[in-house]
């Protein structure tokens, strides 16, 4: 049995008292972790950072060991210390906001925005603007003033991002994507048009055809061995990656808009995916392979933008999930960016 009182966030600060319950785990870290109210959302390894850092209390004293044994009928109080500002600064970058309340928000963004800081690119991120757009109004995340997020989509790809600011909704986003019942729609225009009449394709391990033609890519994905920015298609390791696709418009059958969905996340995996297939997207300079828009086909003109197109061909343009604190479904779109509309345009040209 768990009872609260001062405040029920985690990341606001105050105390947590835990009963030990009659079928509760023997160890201290697993007892906590079943016992505790679920608007708590403490999870197991905070729990354990808790633990460690003397948080803790029994009787007024701490305990430190997570293998300790528990009985029914203990009290243990949790120290949940206020949340602290991370180093990353805010900074005051426009941001398309399609969605937001006090646990989560919903942003459209644009091509070149990194999502979260890393060696190179330490600020102007997502992350540092939402750090100044929601200001106080993140509640904590692990114990710190930050942005949670539960996925990610590259530098240069555009489309629907849902970001938690507060532990609650963290833990429940990050469980919906782990069990893959967020519905992810991404729209690519890709080099050639993918058919299930094309042998050279049937015969790719890993593809198949659904009914309606729909293509279906089933491989496992980890990191390149020579080249650690890339991730490889591979079978016997890595982690199991599967997209479905579906084709929207063929474009005289040099190049197609292509409708992508995604079973799991993994990095880059509708690229590589689409590569390996045969259909590498148009501006991806790292998966995209030797096809290119033909100027046979299309003209010089077309020719020239297609295979100069700067980014990426990828768009997130549809985002659905049960929002994790009120559990109502939501469902959002992005319309194709300008640069995407004027790709398919000129490719539509007769």
Not at 2 to 27: C, M, N, V, Y
Not at 256 to 276: D, N, P
Not at 325 to 345: H, I, N, R, W
């Amino acid at each position: 049995m768990a009872s609260p009182f001062e405040d029920e966030d985690a990341g606001a600060g105050g105390q947590l008292i835990i009963t030990i319950g009659e079928d509760a785990p023997q160890r201290l870290d697993k007892a906590l972790a079943a016992a505790v109210p679920e608007h708590a959302a403490l999870s197991r390894s905070r729990l354990m950072k808790m633990i460690d850092e003397g948080d803790v209390l029994r009787g007024g004293q701490a305990v430190t060991d997570p293998k300790t044994k528990v009985k029914e009928g203990e009290v243990y109080t949790l120290i949940l210390a206020p949340a602290v500002d991370v180093a990353t600064l805010p900074e005051d970058i426009p941001l398309s906001v399609i969605w937001e309340d006090g646990d989560l928000i919903v942003i459209d963004k644009p091509a070149g925005m990194v999502v979260h800081p890393a060696p190179g690119t330490p600020s102007g991120t997502l992350v540092n603007a939402l750090l100044h757009h929601c200001g106080d109004t993140l509640s904590g995340i692990g114990g710190e003033r930050r942005p949670g997020i539960v996925h990610r989509i590259d530098k240069d790809t555009t489309g629907l991002l849902v970001v938690a600011k507060s532990d609650r909704a963290h833990h429940g986003l990050a469980a919906q994507f782990e069990a893959h019942t967020v519905n992810r729609h991404y729209m690519a225009v890709v080099n050639g048009v993918p058919s299930a009449y094309d042998p050279r394709i049937r015969g790719l391990q890993g593809i198949s055809f659904e009914a309606g033609g729909i293509l279906k890519i089933a491989t496992h994905l980890e990191r390149h061995k020579t080249d650690r920015q890339r991730q490889a298609v591979v079978w016997h390791s890595g982690r199991h990656a599967v997209t479905r696709a579906r084709v929207v418009e063929d474009f005289r059958g040099g190049a197609a808009l292509v409708e992508c969905w995604l079973e799991t996340g993994r990095t880059h995996q509708i690229r590589v995916h689409m590569a390996y297939a045969g259909h590498g997207l148009i501006g991806d300079q790292t998966y995209g392979g030797k096809k290119k828009v033909s100027p046979k086909l299309f003209g010089p003109e077309v020719a020239e933008l297609g295979n100069s197109f700067p980014r990426q061909a990828l768009h997130a343009a549809s985002l659905g999930f049960a929002h994790p604190v009120t559990g109502e479904m939501l469902e959002f779109t992005s319309p194709l960016p300008a640069d995407l509309q004027g790709l398919l345009a000129a490719l539509g040209k007769t």
